[in-house]
């Protein structure tokens, strides 16, 4: 096994072990599942684990996309509550303004 997979796998156990996996940054948690899928595991014993923590990893991540789409969500749709509003204003004023129209062109005709 390289240095690198060690040092890299020596981080993952101490993020578990202390607990701060959750506030891993995206490019840690993606780097500690590249390092998870790519080494070899020969202990039996620990494999499971790896599968576990890759899963685990995976869960954040998907937490963090899902929070994400919340936010982005939110954001749309009170875009779409201003859009909404404008456009009602607008047609307000169209039938005003038709209305307007209508009677001036009725009283222009009755003169």
Same mark, same amino acid.
């Given at each position: 096994m390289s240095e690198d997979w060690t040092h890299v796998h020596s981080e993952i156990d &101490?993020?578990? &072990?202390?607990?701060?996996?959750?506030s891993a940054s995206d490019e840690q948690l993606q780097r500690w599942l590249r390092n998870i899928?790519?080494?070899a595991i020969p202990n039996e014993t620990i494999r499971h684990r790896e599968i576990v923590r890759g899963l685990t990893i995976n869960n954040i991540q998907m937490a963090r996309a899902i929070d994400n789409l919340k936010v982005t969500m939110r954001k749309l749709n009170s875009g779409n509550e201003r859009t909404q509003k404008f456009v009602l204003v607008l047609t307000v004023v169209a039938v005003i303004v038709g209305a307007i129209q209508a009677f001036a062109a009725v009283a222009t005709i009755l003169r």
């Open positions: &101490r993020a578990f &072990r202390e607990d701060t996996v959750s899928c790519n080494g």
